[in-house]
């Protein structure tokens, strides 16, 4: 069951990214008993739980959710970092917040954990990337465990990968998003319906990334086997292929999410 070996859970903050891992985490049988939620100001939550604006008092916690905006770290750990002892886990979703960063602000933690969801943990389907201090076995089954349910944890060999890992997965939904309506508005132009064009592209791309999921071949494969040679789909195809055009552009697309992270790793050094 999710949460068996913690007794105590610590959200600090819970906007949408920490209230979807949360409403999550109840639906897959999490006790609301073991989670105390610290945010200055109330907002409804997930399992009808209320926020607290101090630390809950007594024991240290067993895990700690970070899950408030980047900047926020140093007024945060200055009130949490005496509350933390060497058995609290702490899982960062602090875009661009490094180990080492989130090691100086909680000295005394036990082990620190970046995690970098994107919003598709509401219907189970987000890659959950995960880095931590130490390779640490079962360190990471416990981590497995946890966050399966929200989609497939995957681990990083270093935390250098985790700058284009963020560009790719937690940002990628958005690049997807800006695709399918792009399809949508092309079909529109071309004298669709612009209700149906947008029903249809969402259809497809959830039809098709569902067939690519399930496929012993890579998606490009799959690309050249719906492709008839001199057939309506190729004709399509060789537009987005020339010149390597569609290559390019999500390149230079990764790259500048990419560079964009690296920056504010930089930034929260400073």
């Known amino acids: 069951m999710i949460g068996d070996g913690f007794n105590s859970i610590w959200f600090v903050g819970c906007g949408n990214m920490g209230g979807a891992i949360l409403q999550a985490w109840f ?90 969801p994107n919003m598709a943990v509401t219907v189970a389907k987000s890659p959950m990337i995960l880095i931590s201090e130490t390779e640490d076995a079962d360190l990471k089954d416990q981590m497995n465990q946890l966050f399966s349910p929200l989609g497939q944890p995957e681990w990083l060999e270093n935390e250098g990968q985790m700058h284009i890992a963020t560009a790719l997965s937690g940002s990628g939904p958005a690049f997807v998003f800006r695709f399918i309506d792009a399809l949508a508005v092309s079909a529109a132009g071309l004298g669709m319906d612009k209700a149906q064009a947008a029903r249809l592209a969402v259809a497809m791309v959830d039809g098709a990334a569902t067939l690519a999921a399930g496929s012993e071949v890579g998606p490009g494969a799959l690309a050249d086997q719906v492709a008839s040679p001199n057939g309506v789909t190729r004709k399509g195809l060789d537009v987005l292929d020339a010149d390597g055009r569609i290559n390019a552009l999500l390149h230079d697309v990764l790259k500048a999410a990419m560079e964009r992270n690296r920056e504010m790793a930089e930034e929260a050094k400073a």
């Open 27 to 116: 639906d897959n049988g999490l006790e609301a008993a073991k989670v105390s939620v610290i945010k200055p100001t109330a907002s409804p939550l997930p399992g009808g739980l209320q926020s607290q604006a101090d630390y809950p008092e007594g024991p240290a916690p067993d895990l700690v959710i970070l899950a408030m905006k980047p900047y926020q770290l140093n007024d945060v750990a200055a009130k949490l970092a005496p509350l933390i002892g060497a058995n609290s886990h702490i899982v960062s979703v602090l875009a661009g917040t490094e180990l080492e960063i989130l090691r100086q602000a909680f000295p005394k933690a036990g082990p620190i954990i970046r995690l970098m």
